[in-house]
Every structure is written in structure tokens, then in C-alpha cells.
């Protein structure tokens, strides 16, 4: 508001003009000043700056009462003759509804004093001259070299993005169809390829023998060669029937494979490999070209496979060790094949059931380890002596012993026996009332039945 004096051109005002209070500042928002606007305020009535001549002057010793204003209407000016007002006022605060981007201007010290001075602002803000605008700086232009940078830099992750996606695309070779899944399925095997041949069947029993050692052995026996894979006639987009002819050997096979279409590896063969049964060699250390196979049904890639045993004394019962599987369907006879004696297994089979009856024969007790057990004969009153039997092999007997036929037991095939055992006469003598015969054994005393387990580090013959 202005600044009201009772200062006369006969009277001048020697006290300096009234200082707005703190409370000023703070409602101002702190800023150094006291806020006032030349919008804000009504314009100062010169009148009412000072008193007219013709007024008299209060008494010196009376305190002059507060001459009031009249209320005004304030008066705001027009927009296109609004004086700027700085956005920042000293000490870096910014004043309410200032322009986002002036710049504070550079505060100017105010004058001396000055008694005789006109008091109050003008209407319109500041004195003239109480604030100058700092020059703005300069907006510093971005480079060439940074521009290109990141322009640069934004192309090469395009690419790099483009790359990640394009080229495994790119490099990723299209999946073969069902026929050429069998084509390199039979290509694999025949160049003894086993972790490339798994990759295009299904494996559904123990793997064991599915290795490139057995493959090889495989295609030593009798390699796979003319392969030729016809195009599926039935295909659909999950299932196929794939003709295809191979020789294994010698042999030529002519099968059809059947194949499945699977989102994770492509075409699989279902019956790609070959089941196998061989639980009729269980415990002989049966090996399959040179691998012994971790359980007794087995999984083979299509080609040729010798079997054999890991004890000399027994063999297959079979016309050949060496066998072409290329379906489930060859692997049947092996139902029909069982492990029998060598004639070397044989010849020792006898020799030790020889030995073993000789020495039970040779025995005068009423009983032996090898049976002819005679401790309850009847001896028509009188009582059997221990120590005075005799046993004689009869001749028939010694034809028995040179011909027995060896069994081998299926459950345990390392367990030879046999049903042929010799005759043998036996006599004793008899007591009775201090009176000793001799006997004559017609009925009873027979042997039990030898057997041998060959997978014993030393065979010998027990007695069932």
C-alpha cells in the first residue's frame, strides 16, 4: 500500500519512512521483499501523499492521528503493459506463478537515504533501475560427434535384437520329414553313429548295448549297406508308415519302420530298435557282441549280434552264436535256445560224479553222502551191522557212469545234473540173538541225484 506522510512543504518529514514489519517477509514467502504488486494495491491518490497548504499543523506536543486512505477498487494493468517481475528473488527462491524459464535478476544495492526524496514505490513495482535482468546463457548445441553416437548406438542394438531373432532361425536346419528321419536313422547305424542313430528313435527297455562298441561289433559281423527309404504314402501330421530296404550283411531286409511326429524332436520311430529276451542265460555271463547288457530284456539297433557265455563249459543249443535282428519278430527264437554243456563241461561233469559216487561206493556204512542209505532194512529180525556193507558198481553201472547224460537247470543254469546213475550191489551183515548172517540188499539203498554248480570257483558235487 502506499506510504502516507504529514510532510508540507513548510513542515518536511525528517524521519525516515516506515520500514514494513517482519510479518511482511514471511507473508511474502520469505523473499526479501514485501510482496506488494502494482496489481495488488490501488494506485497512491497524490492528495492523500501530502497534505494540502491550507491544513494546519497538528500541535508538535499532540500526537497527529493516522490519516486513513479511502478505500479504492485496485487497479490492475493491462497484460501488454504488465512489468516482469523476476522468477527468483535473491537467495535462489522462485516466486509463485513466475515464468518457468526467467532467469533471477541481479540485485541492485538500494540508494541512500534521501529526506527530501519523494516517499514510496510508483505505482507499477520497483523504482526504475532497482533490479537488471543477468543475461541468459546460451543453450550449448548437441555435437555431431554425440548426435551420430547414440544414432550409432540405437542401430547396432537394432541389429543385435534382429540378430537374436533371425539368424538361429537361420541356422536352424529345417526338420526332416518322416522318410528322412528313417533315412538317417539306417545312415547312422551303417556308419556306426550310435548317439546320432538315438536321436531319431524312441528308447522304451534297458539302453545298455545301444552304445558305439556294440555298433561297431555290429557292423564287423556284417555291415549295413543299400539303403533305400521310400516317401510315406499314409503320413499325416502326426503319424507315418516309412518302406524301407537295408542289407545287413549279406542279408537284405525289407521292414516298414512307423514314425510319429513329436514338437520337441521332430519325427521318432517308434519300433526303431529291437526288443530282445534273453533271460534264458541268466547267471552264465552272457555277453552280446562283447557287452555284457544290464537286464535280461534289452533294447538293440537293427544289425548282427554274436551271443556268448562267460563259462567255457556251456554253450547256446542253437546251430550259430551270431544272429541278424531287425524286428521284434527275430528275437523270438530265443525263447527256444538254452544253454547246454560243451563236451569239455560234459566230460567234467562226469569225471567229478564218478569221483564222487566211487567214493561213496567205497564206504562200509550203512550210509554215504551219495544215498544207499540202508540204517532201517529189514533184515527179517535181525539188525543191520554198521561198517560191514559192501557196494560193488555192477558193470551196468560202470556203462552208466561213461555215458550219464548232463541236465542243466533252467532256474539256475549253472546247475548241472543228471538222472542216470549206475547200479550198485550192496551186502551186509545181520545180528541176532548172538548169531551174525550175511545179507543180500534186493530192494532199497538208492542214490541220490549228483548235480554240479559250475559257477563255483571250485565245482564239486552235491546230492539232492
Not at 562298441?213 to 499325416?236: F, N
Not at 516298414?256 to 547267471?283: C, H, K, P, Q, R
Not at 544215498?371 to 532201517?376: C, K, L, S
Request: charged letters at 20%.
Amino acid at each position: 500500500m502506499g506510504v502516507v506522510t504529514n510532510e508540507t512543504p513548510e513542515n518536511p518529514q525528517t524521519d525516515p519512512p516506515i520500514v514494513p514489519e517482519p510479518g511482511n517477509e514471511a507473508a511474502a514467502g520469505q523473499h526479501g521483499f514485501d510482496g506488494t504488486f502494482s496489481s495488488d494495491v490501488a494506485a497512491p491518490d497524490p492528495a492523500s501523499e501530502v497534505a494540502p497548504p491550507s491544513e494546519a499543523v497538528p500541535d508538535s506536543t499532540t500526537a497527529p492521528e493516522p490519516v486513513a486512505t479511502p478505500a479504492q477498487e485496485p487497479v490492475v494493468a493491462p497484460a501488454s503493459e504488465a512489468p516482469e517481475y523476476p522468477a527468483v528473488v535473491p537467495g535462489g527462491h522462485e516466486l509463485p506463478g513466475a515464468a518457468a524459464h526467467q532467469v533471477a535478476p541481479a540485485y541492485q544495492a538500494a540508494p541512500p537515504y534521501d529526506p527530501n526524496a519523494p516517499q514510496g514505490y510508483p505505482v507499477g513495482g520497483y523504482p526504475p533501475g532497482a533490479y537488471t535482468a543477468a543475461p541468459v546463457a546460451p543453450k550449448k548445441p548437441m555435437s555431431k560427434g554425440l548426435l551420430f553416437g547414440i544414432i550409432g548406438g540405437a542401430a547396432v542394438l537394432v541389429l543385435l535384437i534382429a540378430a537374436a531373432v533371425i539368424v538361429p532361425n537361420l541356422l536352424r536346419a529345417a526338420a526332416p520329414t518322416a522318410s528322412e528321419a528313417v533315412e538317417k536313422y539306417l545312415t547312422a547305424l551303417s556308419e556306426g553313429d550310435a548317439e546320432t542313430a538315438l536321436t531319431f528313435v524312441e528308447t522304451y527297455a534297458d539302453d545298455s548295448l545301444l552304445t558305439d562298441e556294440v555298433l561297431a561289433a555290429s557292423l564287423e559281423l556284417a555291415p549295413i549297406t543299400d539303403i533305400v527309404v521310400e516317401e510315406s504314402e499314409d503320413a499325416t501330421e502326426y503319424e507315418a508308415t516309412i518302406s524301407a530296404s537295408f542289407a545287413v550283411g549279406s542279408e537284405t531286409i525289407e521292414r516298414e519302420f512307423t514314425a510319429y511326429s513329436s514338437s520337441d524332436d521332430g519325427w521318432l520311430i517308434s519300433d526303431g530298435l529291437v526288443m530282445a529276451t534273453l533271460s534264458n542265460f541268466d547267471g552264465l555271463g552272457l555277453t552280446v557282441n562283447g557287452a555284457e547288457p544290464a537286464d535280461s530284456s534289452t533294447s538293440l539297433f537293427p544289425g548282427a549280434y554274436q551271443l556268448a557265455l562267460g563259462y567255457e563249459e556251456f554253450a547256446l543249443d542253437a546251430e550259430t552264436d551270431t544272429f541278424t535282428l531287425t524286428t521284434d519278430d527275430d528275437t523270438e527264437l530265443f525263447w527256444d535256445i538254452y544253454p547246454v554243456l560243451t563236451e569239455e563241461g560234459a566230460t567234467t561233469f562226469r569225471s567229478l560224479v564218478r569221483a564222487a559216487i566211487e567214493e561213496c561206493v567205497a564206504m562200509k556204512t550203512l550210509t554215504t553222502p551219495c544215498g544207499m542209505d540202508i540204517t532201517d532194512i529189514d533184515l527179517s529180525g535181525y539188525t543191520p551191522v554198521d561198517g560191514t556193507v559192501t557196494r560193488t558198481i555192477t558193470s551196468d553201472g560202470q556203462a552208466t557212469l561213461d555215458s550219464m547224460v548232463p541236465e542243466v537247470d533252467y532256474s539256475t543254469p549253472t546247475l548241472v545234473s543228471t538222472y542216470d546213475t549206475p547200479d550198485v550191489d550192496m551186502t551186509l551183515q545181520g545180528t541176532k540173538d548172538g548169531t551174525t548172517s550175511e545179507f543180500e540188499v534186493w530192494f532199497g539203498g538208492y542214490m541220490d541225484t549228483p548235480s554240479v554248480d559250475f559257477a563255483q570257483e571250485t565245482p564239486t558235487v552235491t546230492w539232492d
